[in-house]
């Protein structure tokens, strides 16, 4: 995976925001949170539109217990990524690369 494509960042940081304080604490809905984690990886991969996301990253920035979740299963993902080595590219497409050559109008 290319590394142009960037994790989705928390408001403040993952540290700062566990640091906050107590306001923090866990004073909304339980379906609030059911509804964050159901979106857990669809926000990880950026594949939510922005406002959504943007609707997560509130929820983060003030719920604990979510942002150690998220925080778990982007762990999780990082960890997945690094121990799946990239395919070999076929030989066919190494064959058809090999064999091309560059012209550059300075060589003529």
């Known amino acids: 995976m290319?590394?142009?494509a960037e994790e989705p960042r928390m408001p403040t940081g993952c540290?700062?925001?566990r640091t906050a304080g107590p306001a923090r604490?866990?004073?909304?809905?339980?379906d609030v949170c059911a509804?964050?984690?159901n979106q857990?990886?669809?926000f990880l991969h950026n594949e939510l539109p922005m406002?959504?996301?943007d609707l997560i990253r509130e929820h983060l920035s003030a719920c604990e217990k979510c942002l150690e979740n998220f925080d778990v299963?982007?762990?999780i993902g990082r960890m997945v990524k690094r121990s799946f080595a990239p395919p070999p590219a076929p030989s066919?497409?190494?064959v058809r690369l090999t064999a091309l050559r560059v012209h550059y109008p300075f060589d003529e």
């Open 15 to 17: 540290d700062a925001a």
């Open 40 to 42: 857990v990886q669809a």
């Open 25 to 30: 604490g866990h004073e909304h809905a339980e």
């Open 51 to 53: 406002w959504q996301a």
């Open 35 to 37: 509804e964050a984690l």
């Open 2 to 4: 290319s590394s142009a």
């Open 92 to 94: 066919t497409l190494r």
């Open 73 to 75: 299963e982007a762990l």
